[in-house]
Nanobody, 124 residues
Framework: QVQLVESGGGLVQAGGSLRLSCAAS????????MGWFRQAPGKEREFVAA????????YYADTVKGRFTISRDNAKNTVYLQMNSLKPEDTANYYC?????????????????WGQGTQVTVSS
């Protein structure tokens, strides 16, 4: 059983930055690959970024590549999403997810545990 709590969302102007955090429960955090997904009203949940258990492998959606960075601090049971050069189209509820594997995945259905989400709003 893993519980995830996101934080760091807010309102920012286009071109600005935010860093999201996801705090995880448990003492086997490093054995879980982690991902960030987002969902805007009326749209499907979409993949944003993922990181392997070790932090050595990362994946990014083409829409955020070069602007977002996913990282993790296993000693703190926390995964981060640094978001730079934000665009209005980045506006969404951002969800942290975990799966019991070292291997990261881009597919939301492969993740077993989900946080409640944190809202990111980017104004033009």
């Amino acid at each position: 059983q893993v519980q995830l709590v996101e934080s760091g969302g807010g309102l920012v102007q286009a071109g600005g930055s935010l860093r999201l955090s996801c705090a995880a429960s448990g003492r086997t955090f490093s054995t879980y690959a982690m991902g960030w997904f987002r969902q805007a009203p009326g749209k499907e949940r979409e993949f944003v970024a993922a990181v392997s258990g070790s932090g050595g492998t990362t994946y990014y959606a083409d829409t955020v590549k070069g602007r977002f960075t996913i990282s993790r601090d296993n000693a703190k049971n926390t995964v981060y999403l640094q978001m730079n050069s934000l665009k209005p189209e980045d506006t969404a509820n951002y969800y942290c997810a975990a799966r019991p594997s070292w291997v990261a995945s881009t597919r939301p259905r492969t993740y077993d545990y989900w946080g409640q989400g944190t809202q990111v709003t980017v104004s033009s």
